[in-house]
């Protein structure tokens, strides 16, 4: 294959191009390098792979001339490019917009006019189910729970576009659901819950799992936001058994074209974010956390679960890496590049 992958010098991006490029395709990486840790993904991935079948072009999914030019020849699209943070889009709307709704139709505009055959995948988020305000919450010890989803949130749950990030990347997960019933493109949506992994260089307001690892180990401030008793519940997917998924859907996308899945650990693979996961912070680290609180931010969910029955029946696909495995090597990494985190100190 041919990938083209926006935001590819990512967390996501640079381990699905080390994957694609480990398995011999030609990947170009599409980014505007304004990320933390750009750069030391694309130097480790030059030090993996080589430049034969890496090529990286500086662009921004705003500028639909530079996209236009650089997609050309390919057979796939990632576009993982996004703003992606609750917060900073409630602090710049307008940046927010631009990036996720502009840019994924930019994106579907170039697949449109210049590789209409290419598969076509979106990193959309669970954002876009809102605050699911009318689902029944019940507390327990160390953890908040849905009082009648067993099985976590389906995709057939209503959309409802919470803070100007759920809107703008709700935006770009309707466009493309909308590209492949009016164009006939080959577009699919992965509407992705808390993934973590090696090469996630998290800040407090994204990636949390990571920040968590990486505050911990740097001596470096974390703040719980809510009821300050960190019960919300989160279902975690490694960035592998992700990709995975990115793969059944590459394969798939002729007969599952237009096509929307939970990407998600779901109910087996939950953590609430400080009740739980703090302790195991503690036990893998030696170290005892004091954190502070800090009020509720727009947007928060009590608990996230997805439904990921449809990706099971369909993709033939399910998480592999149990959170405490993942969580270790995560933390593995972490310990061995504490470099890469100085601008964190």
Same mark, same amino acid.
């Given at each position: ?16 191009? /080390? ?11 599409? /980014? ?63 940046? =927010? ?36 305000? /009318? ?66 260089? $998290? ?22 936001? $809510? ?26 996308? /002729? ?44 947007? =928060? ?45």
């Amino acid at each position: 294959m041919n990938i083209f992958i926006t935001g590819g010098a990512g967390f996501i991006g640079s381990n699905s191009a /080390d994957h694609f490029l480990g398995q011999g395709h030609q990947v170009t990486i599409f /980014d505007n390098m304004s990320r933390v840790g750009t750069q030391a993904n694309l130097e480790w991935l030059y030090g993996r792979h080589g430049s034969e079948q890496l090529h990286v072009v500086t662009g921004d999914v705003r500028d639909y001339a530079s996209l236009a030019e650089a997609i050309q020849g390919a057979n796939t699209v990632l576009h993982l490019a996004g703003q992606v943070a609750v917060t900073l889009s409630v602090q710049n709307p307008r940046e =927010d917009f631009e990036i996720n709704a502009l840019g994924t139709f930019n994106v579907l505009e170039a697949v449109r006019n210049h590789c209409p055959e290419a598969a076509v995948l979106y990193a959309s988020t669970n954002k876009v189910y809102g605050g699911l305000k /009318d689902v029944e919450i019940v507390e327990q010890e160390s953890r908040y729970a849905f009082a009648d989803y067993p099985n976590g949130i389906p995709e057939t749950y209503p959309l409802d576009f919470h803070s100007p990030y759920g809107c703008s990347k709700g935006a770009g997960d309707q466009y493309m659901v909308d590209y492949a019933r009016i164009y006939g493109l080959k577009t699919m949506v992965m509407r992705q819950s808390c993934i973590y992994g090696r090469r996630q260089f $998290g800040v407090e307001d994204q990636g949390w799992v990571a920040y968590f690892l990486i505050a911990t180990v740097l001596g470096l401030p974390i703040s719980i936001y $809510g009821d300050g008793k960190g019960k919300q519940v989160r279902d975690l997917l490694h960035v592998s058994d992700l990709i995975h998924a990115y793969e059944l859907g590459i394969n798939k996308i /002729d007969t599952l074209r237009g096509e929307v899945f939970n990407l998600g650990g779901g109910p087996q693979n939950t953590f609430s974010i400080w009740a739980e996961f703090g302790p195991l912070i503690e036990e893998l680290t030696g170290k005892s956390k004091t954190v502070t609180h800090s009020d509720w931010r727009s947007g =928060d969910q009590l608990v996230f679960i997805a439904d990921t029955q449809k990706a099971h029946e369909l993709l033939g696909w399910q998480p592999k890496i149990a959170p405490i495995d993942g969580i270790h090597d995560l933390y593995r990494w972490v310990i061995e590049n504490t470099n890469l985190f100085t601008h964190l100190m």
